[in-house]
Protein backbone atom coordinates (compact mmCIF):
# COMPACT_ATOMS: atom_id res chain seq x y z
CA UNK A 1 0.00 0.00 0.00
CA UNK A 2 1.27 3.27 -0.83
CA UNK A 3 1.13 6.89 0.78
CA UNK A 4 1.31 9.75 -1.73
CA UNK A 5 3.20 12.94 0.52
CA UNK A 6 2.33 15.87 -1.42
CA UNK A 7 4.78 18.88 -1.79
CA UNK A 8 4.91 21.49 -3.93
CA UNK A 9 8.35 21.76 -3.90
CA UNK A 10 10.92 18.76 -3.37
CA UNK A 11 11.15 19.09 0.01
CA UNK A 12 12.72 22.30 1.24
CA UNK A 13 12.20 20.93 4.75
CA UNK A 14 13.81 18.89 7.51
CA UNK A 15 10.76 18.29 9.40
CA UNK A 16 9.07 16.57 6.74
CA UNK A 17 12.55 14.86 5.63
CA UNK A 18 12.56 13.32 9.17
CA UNK A 19 9.36 12.04 9.22
CA UNK A 20 10.01 9.93 5.55
CA UNK A 21 13.06 8.55 7.47
CA UNK A 22 11.24 7.21 10.08
CA UNK A 23 8.59 5.19 8.44
CA UNK A 24 8.61 1.52 8.77
CA UNK A 25 5.11 0.34 7.57
CA UNK A 26 3.92 1.28 3.53
CA UNK A 27 5.69 2.54 0.80
CA UNK A 28 5.86 6.15 0.92
CA UNK A 29 6.31 8.58 -2.02
CA UNK A 30 7.06 12.08 -2.46
CA UNK A 31 5.15 14.01 -5.50
CA UNK A 32 6.18 17.28 -6.36
CA UNK A 33 5.92 19.83 -9.22
CA UNK A 34 9.44 21.35 -8.64
CA UNK A 35 12.98 19.44 -7.50
CA UNK A 36 15.32 22.05 -6.53
CA UNK A 37 18.44 20.59 -6.71
CA UNK A 38 20.57 21.02 -3.56
CA UNK A 39 17.37 19.65 -1.65
CA UNK A 40 17.98 16.22 -3.13
CA UNK A 41 21.92 16.41 -1.78
CA UNK A 42 20.47 17.85 1.87
CA UNK A 43 17.50 15.34 1.71
CA UNK A 44 18.01 12.27 -0.14
CA UNK A 45 15.32 10.25 -0.70
CA UNK A 46 14.51 7.70 -3.75
CA UNK A 47 10.63 7.61 -4.21
CA UNK A 48 10.23 11.00 -5.28
CA UNK A 49 7.46 11.18 -8.22
CA UNK A 50 7.68 14.49 -10.62
CA UNK A 51 4.77 16.46 -12.40
CA UNK A 52 5.18 16.23 -16.34
CA UNK A 53 7.16 19.11 -17.84
CA UNK A 54 3.94 19.54 -19.93
CA UNK A 55 2.50 21.48 -16.84
CA UNK A 56 5.88 24.02 -16.38
CA UNK A 57 3.61 27.08 -17.91
CA UNK A 58 0.93 26.12 -14.70
CA UNK A 59 4.32 26.59 -12.56
CA UNK A 60 5.35 29.44 -13.73
CA UNK A 61 1.89 31.15 -13.92
CA UNK A 62 1.60 30.14 -10.42
CA UNK A 63 4.50 31.80 -8.73
CA UNK A 64 4.45 35.25 -11.16
CA UNK A 65 1.12 35.74 -9.76
CA UNK A 66 1.35 34.36 -6.14
CA UNK A 67 5.19 35.30 -5.25
CA UNK A 68 5.88 38.12 -7.72
CA UNK A 69 2.25 39.92 -7.78
CA UNK A 70 1.05 38.80 -4.62
CA UNK A 71 -2.23 37.00 -5.31
CA UNK A 72 -3.29 35.46 -2.15
CA UNK A 73 -4.14 31.72 -3.65
CA UNK A 74 -3.34 30.31 -7.35
CA UNK A 75 -5.95 31.60 -10.41
CA UNK A 76 -5.10 27.92 -11.53
CA UNK A 77 -5.28 25.50 -9.46
CA UNK A 78 -3.47 22.75 -11.31
CA UNK A 79 -4.58 19.90 -9.62
CA UNK A 80 -4.82 17.64 -12.79
CA UNK A 81 -0.68 18.08 -13.28
CA UNK A 82 -1.00 15.38 -10.01
CA UNK A 83 -3.75 13.39 -11.73
CA UNK A 84 -2.01 12.53 -14.73
CA UNK A 85 1.46 11.75 -12.54
CA UNK A 86 -0.55 9.70 -9.87
CA UNK A 87 -3.75 8.08 -12.02
CA UNK A 88 -1.87 5.18 -12.84
CA UNK A 89 -0.38 4.08 -10.08
CA UNK A 90 -1.65 0.81 -7.79
CA UNK A 91 -2.39 0.92 -4.33
CA UNK A 92 -2.29 4.30 -3.36
CA UNK A 93 -3.86 4.35 0.24
CA UNK A 94 -3.61 8.14 1.34
CA UNK A 95 -2.67 11.14 -0.14
CA UNK A 96 -0.97 12.98 2.64
CA UNK A 97 -0.53 16.86 1.62
CA UNK A 98 2.37 19.15 3.92
CA UNK A 99 0.83 22.42 4.50
CA UNK A 100 -2.69 23.56 4.87
CA UNK A 101 -2.97 25.48 1.65
CA UNK A 102 -1.70 22.36 -0.08
CA UNK A 103 -4.47 20.29 1.17
CA UNK A 104 -6.40 22.70 0.01
CA UNK A 105 -5.60 22.59 -3.58
CA UNK A 106 -5.79 18.40 -3.47
CA UNK A 107 -9.12 18.11 -2.60
CA UNK A 108 -10.36 17.90 -6.08
CA UNK A 109 -7.02 15.40 -7.04
CA UNK A 110 -8.40 13.64 -3.39
CA UNK A 111 -11.96 13.16 -4.61
CA UNK A 112 -10.85 12.06 -8.56
CA UNK A 113 -9.01 9.63 -7.66
CA UNK A 114 -11.38 8.74 -4.31
CA UNK A 115 -8.45 8.57 -2.03
CA UNK A 116 -8.37 9.93 1.53
CA UNK A 117 -6.79 12.73 2.44
CA UNK A 118 -5.22 13.79 5.50
CA UNK A 119 -3.34 17.13 5.90
CA UNK A 120 -0.60 18.33 8.37
CA UNK A 121 -0.25 21.71 9.08
CA UNK A 122 2.74 23.49 10.09
CA UNK A 123 2.60 27.07 11.25
CA UNK A 124 2.29 30.20 8.48
CA UNK A 125 -0.28 28.11 6.96
CA UNK A 126 -1.78 28.52 10.70
CA UNK A 127 -1.27 32.04 11.47
CA UNK A 128 -0.69 33.71 8.40
CA UNK A 129 -2.70 32.02 5.39
CA UNK A 130 -6.13 32.45 7.41
CA UNK A 131 -5.93 36.35 7.52
CA UNK A 132 -5.13 36.42 3.44
CA UNK A 133 -8.61 37.17 1.48
CA UNK A 134 -10.87 34.31 1.04
CA UNK A 135 -8.64 31.70 3.00
CA UNK A 136 -11.05 31.05 5.87
CA UNK A 137 -13.71 29.78 3.72
CA UNK A 138 -11.06 27.50 1.98
CA UNK A 139 -10.22 25.97 4.73
CA UNK A 140 -13.58 25.30 5.78
CA UNK A 141 -14.03 23.16 2.53
CA UNK A 142 -10.47 21.87 3.58
CA UNK A 143 -11.89 20.93 6.93
CA UNK A 144 -15.22 19.31 5.74
CA UNK A 145 -13.25 16.81 2.76
CA UNK A 146 -10.11 16.02 4.88
CA UNK A 147 -10.01 12.55 6.96
CA UNK A 148 -7.83 14.11 9.16
CA UNK A 149 -5.56 17.79 10.20
CA UNK A 150 -2.67 16.74 11.80
CA UNK A 151 -0.36 19.28 14.35
CA UNK A 152 2.18 19.22 15.81
CA UNK A 153 1.36 20.32 19.63
CA UNK A 154 -1.82 21.43 21.77
CA UNK A 155 -1.58 25.02 20.84
CA UNK A 156 -1.72 24.45 17.08
CA UNK A 157 -5.12 21.99 17.93
CA UNK A 158 -6.66 24.64 19.29
CA UNK A 159 -6.03 27.26 16.50
CA UNK A 160 -7.25 24.29 14.58
CA UNK A 161 -10.67 24.24 16.36
CA UNK A 162 -10.88 28.13 16.38
CA UNK A 163 -10.37 27.80 12.99
CA UNK A 164 -13.66 25.99 12.55
CA UNK A 165 -12.37 22.40 12.21
CA UNK A 166 -13.88 19.70 14.53
CA UNK A 167 -11.62 18.71 16.98
CA UNK A 168 -12.25 15.54 16.76
CA UNK A 169 -10.37 15.51 13.24
CA UNK A 170 -7.25 17.07 14.65
CA UNK A 171 -4.21 14.32 15.78
CA UNK A 172 -1.58 15.39 17.43
CA UNK A 173 1.62 14.05 15.64
CA UNK A 174 5.17 15.51 17.36
CA UNK A 175 7.65 16.38 15.06
CA UNK A 176 10.37 13.71 15.54
CA UNK A 177 14.07 14.07 14.76
CA UNK A 178 16.52 10.91 13.62
CA UNK A 179 18.48 10.36 16.82
CA UNK A 180 21.16 8.32 15.05
CA UNK A 181 22.36 11.94 13.35
CA UNK A 182 22.42 13.61 16.57
CA UNK A 183 25.63 12.93 18.47
CA UNK A 184 24.98 13.78 22.23
CA UNK A 185 27.15 15.27 24.36
CA UNK A 186 27.17 16.28 27.68
CA UNK A 187 27.97 20.34 28.29
CA UNK A 188 29.96 22.11 30.63
CA UNK A 189 28.74 24.54 33.04
CA UNK A 190 29.70 28.01 32.34
CA UNK A 191 32.16 29.41 34.72
CA UNK A 192 32.23 32.86 36.62
CA UNK A 193 34.73 34.95 33.92
CA UNK A 194 34.32 32.98 30.75
CA UNK A 195 32.98 33.76 27.60
CA UNK A 196 29.56 32.73 27.29
CA UNK A 197 29.31 30.88 23.61
CA UNK A 198 25.58 31.52 21.97
CA UNK A 199 24.37 29.92 18.65
CA UNK A 200 20.91 30.67 17.20
CA UNK A 201 20.22 29.37 14.21
CA UNK A 202 16.71 30.04 12.15
CA UNK A 203 15.84 32.04 8.97
CA UNK A 204 15.51 35.42 9.03
CA UNK A 205 12.16 36.36 9.48
CA UNK A 206 10.03 38.81 12.72
CA UNK A 207 8.85 35.53 14.76
CA UNK A 208 12.32 33.96 14.84
CA UNK A 209 12.56 37.18 17.59
CA UNK A 210 16.14 38.26 16.35
CA UNK A 211 15.56 42.16 16.98
CA UNK A 212 14.20 41.14 20.39
CA UNK A 213 17.21 38.82 20.33
CA UNK A 214 20.04 41.58 19.96
CA UNK A 215 18.30 43.65 22.66
CA UNK A 216 19.25 40.98 25.40
CA UNK A 217 22.12 40.68 23.97
CA UNK A 218 23.25 44.56 24.23
CA UNK A 219 21.63 44.33 28.09
CA UNK A 220 24.03 41.92 28.63
CA UNK A 221 27.18 43.35 26.82
CA UNK A 222 26.42 46.96 28.49
CA UNK A 223 26.64 45.15 31.86
CA UNK A 224 29.87 43.89 30.89
CA UNK A 225 29.28 39.92 29.88
CA UNK A 226 31.48 37.99 28.44
CA UNK A 227 29.52 36.60 25.02
CA UNK A 228 30.28 35.58 21.72
CA UNK A 229 26.75 34.72 19.56
CA UNK A 230 26.92 33.23 16.21
CA UNK A 231 24.10 33.72 14.26
CA UNK A 232 23.25 30.62 11.03
CA UNK A 233 20.74 31.62 8.80
CA UNK A 234 19.11 34.03 5.99
CA UNK A 235 16.06 35.70 5.13
CA UNK A 236 14.18 39.01 4.36
CA UNK A 237 15.13 40.41 7.85
CA UNK A 238 18.35 40.25 7.39
CA UNK A 239 19.10 43.92 6.58
CA UNK A 240 17.20 44.75 9.88
CA UNK A 241 19.35 42.80 11.82
CA UNK A 242 22.61 44.23 10.15
CA UNK A 243 21.54 47.87 11.19
CA UNK A 244 20.54 46.84 14.52
CA UNK A 245 23.81 45.15 15.04
CA UNK A 246 25.56 48.26 13.72
CA UNK A 247 23.40 50.50 15.93
CA UNK A 248 23.70 48.56 19.20
CA UNK A 249 27.41 48.77 18.37
CA UNK A 250 27.66 44.31 18.54
CA UNK A 251 29.65 44.05 15.57
CA UNK A 252 32.75 42.23 17.96
CA UNK A 253 29.77 39.99 19.92
CA UNK A 254 27.90 38.55 17.18
CA UNK A 255 28.58 37.11 13.51
CA UNK A 256 26.18 36.06 10.73
CA UNK A 257 27.80 32.83 9.11
CA UNK A 258 25.20 32.29 6.70
CA UNK A 259 23.24 29.06 5.77
CA UNK A 260 24.81 25.58 6.43
CA UNK A 261 23.50 22.16 6.18
CA UNK A 262 22.11 20.13 8.64
CA UNK A 263 25.44 18.36 9.47
CA UNK A 264 27.52 21.47 8.84
CA UNK A 265 24.91 22.73 12.24
CA UNK A 266 25.09 20.20 14.32
CA UNK A 267 29.32 20.05 14.11
CA UNK A 268 29.01 23.63 15.19
CA UNK A 269 26.56 23.22 17.62
CA UNK A 270 29.78 21.15 19.37
CA UNK A 271 31.28 24.43 20.09
CA UNK A 272 28.64 26.78 21.84
CA UNK A 273 27.14 26.82 25.75
CA UNK A 274 23.75 27.01 24.65
CA UNK A 275 20.98 27.65 22.27
CA UNK A 276 18.85 30.80 21.85
CA UNK A 277 15.89 30.90 19.95
CA UNK A 278 13.05 33.46 21.37
CA UNK A 279 10.03 33.22 19.03
CA UNK A 280 7.60 35.42 19.54
CA UNK A 281 4.44 36.51 17.44
CA UNK A 282 5.12 38.84 14.67
CA UNK A 283 3.60 42.55 14.07
CA UNK A 284 1.16 40.59 11.00
CA UNK A 285 0.17 38.11 13.43
CA UNK A 286 3.35 35.80 12.17
CA UNK A 287 3.45 32.37 14.22
CA UNK A 288 5.53 29.20 14.97
CA UNK A 289 2.57 27.73 15.01
CA UNK A 290 4.05 24.70 16.65
CA UNK A 291 7.33 25.16 17.90
CA UNK A 292 11.08 25.18 15.93
CA UNK A 293 12.45 21.88 15.32
CA UNK A 294 16.08 23.21 15.64
CA UNK A 295 15.04 23.26 19.56
CA UNK A 296 14.01 19.18 19.34
CA UNK A 297 17.48 18.69 17.60
CA UNK A 298 20.03 21.09 19.93
CA UNK A 299 18.44 19.38 23.39
CA UNK A 300 19.35 15.71 21.43
CA UNK A 301 22.68 17.30 21.15
CA UNK A 302 23.27 17.80 24.72
CA UNK A 303 22.81 22.45 24.42
CA UNK A 304 20.47 23.52 26.82
CA UNK A 305 18.09 26.04 25.56
CA UNK A 306 16.74 29.53 26.35
CA UNK A 307 13.39 30.36 24.69
CA UNK A 308 10.15 32.15 24.76
CA UNK A 309 6.81 30.60 26.03
CA UNK A 310 5.45 31.10 22.03
CA UNK A 311 3.21 28.14 20.59
CA UNK A 312 4.12 24.73 21.19
CA UNK A 313 8.12 25.67 22.70
CA UNK A 314 6.95 24.87 26.47
CA UNK A 315 5.75 21.52 25.38
CA UNK A 316 8.90 20.41 23.58
CA UNK A 317 10.78 21.14 26.72
CA UNK A 318 11.24 19.34 29.46
CA UNK A 319 9.42 21.73 32.38
CA UNK A 320 13.02 21.06 34.99
CA UNK A 321 14.25 22.90 31.76
CA UNK A 322 12.49 25.47 31.00
CA UNK A 323 14.57 28.54 30.46
CA UNK A 324 11.61 30.75 29.01
CA UNK A 325 10.87 33.88 28.98
CA UNK A 326 8.03 35.98 27.69
CA UNK A 327 7.44 36.82 24.24
CA UNK A 328 9.34 39.84 23.09
CA UNK A 329 10.73 40.53 26.59
CA UNK A 330 14.80 41.16 26.13
CA UNK A 331 14.65 42.20 29.76
CA UNK A 332 13.16 38.94 30.90
CA UNK A 333 15.41 36.62 28.15
CA UNK A 334 18.73 38.48 30.60
CA UNK A 335 16.92 36.75 33.44
CA UNK A 336 16.58 33.45 31.52
CA UNK A 337 19.91 33.65 31.24
CA UNK A 338 21.15 34.82 34.86
CA UNK A 339 18.72 31.71 36.21
CA UNK A 340 20.75 29.35 33.79
CA UNK A 341 24.17 30.94 34.35
CA UNK A 342 23.29 29.93 38.71
CA UNK A 343 22.93 26.07 37.63
CA UNK A 344 26.53 24.64 38.84
CA UNK A 345 25.58 21.41 36.92
CA UNK A 346 24.79 21.71 33.27
CA UNK A 347 25.47 17.92 33.02
CA UNK A 348 21.96 17.39 34.20
CA UNK A 349 20.32 19.78 32.22
CA UNK A 350 21.96 17.94 28.77
CA UNK A 351 20.80 14.38 29.95
CA UNK A 352 17.05 16.01 30.77
CA UNK A 353 16.69 17.57 27.53
CA UNK A 354 18.02 14.48 25.64
CA UNK A 355 16.08 11.83 27.34
CA UNK A 356 12.95 13.88 26.67
CA UNK A 357 13.85 14.07 22.90
CA UNK A 358 14.67 10.36 23.27
CA UNK A 359 11.23 9.29 24.75
CA UNK A 360 8.51 12.06 22.90
CA UNK A 361 10.85 13.17 19.56
CA UNK A 362 12.51 10.34 17.87
CA UNK A 363 11.29 10.11 14.43
CA UNK A 364 10.52 6.56 14.64
CA UNK A 365 8.04 6.84 17.04
CA UNK A 366 6.53 10.00 15.33
CA UNK A 367 6.12 8.62 12.31
CA UNK A 368 4.66 5.64 13.75
CA UNK A 369 1.94 7.34 15.41
CA UNK A 370 1.47 9.08 11.66
CA UNK A 371 1.44 5.46 10.70
CA UNK A 372 -1.50 4.70 13.29
CA UNK A 373 -3.40 7.43 11.68
CA UNK A 374 -3.15 6.20 7.75
CA UNK A 375 -4.18 2.18 8.89
CA UNK A 376 -7.71 4.07 10.11
CA UNK A 377 -8.40 5.43 6.77
CA UNK A 378 -6.63 2.96 4.27
CA UNK A 379 -9.11 0.78 2.62
CA UNK A 380 -7.48 -2.42 1.40
Given at each position: ?????L???????????F???????????V??????P???????????????????P??F??K????K?GF??R???D????????R???N???L??????????????S????I????????S???D?????????????????????????Q??????????????K???V????????????ER?????????????C???Y??????T??K????????G?K????I?????????I??????????????????????????LS???????H???T?PD?G??GG?????????????????T???????I??P???????E??P??L???FD??K??P?WG?????????????????????????????FI??
Amino acid sequence: MKIIHLRDQYLRVSFVYFLLKGFRKYEHFVACREIIPVDTILYPYKNILKTSPFFAPFLFLDKLLTVKLGFSARLINDWWSYYFLLRKEKNIGILHAHMGTQGYYAIKLSKKLNIPLIVTFYGSDMSDVPKLPGWRDRYHLLFEHASQIVVEGQFMKSRMVELGCEQEKVSVVKIGVPLDHLQFRERNSWSEGEVLKILMCANFYPKKGYLTALKAIKIMADRGDKLEVVIIGEGPQKVDILNLIERLELGHVVSLIGKRSLDEIYTLSTSFHLFFHPSETAPDGGSEGGAPTIIIEMQALGLPVVSTTHADIPNIIPPENHFLAAEGDPKGLVAQFDKLKSIPDWGSISARGKAFVVKEHSNERCSGVMEEIYSRFIVE
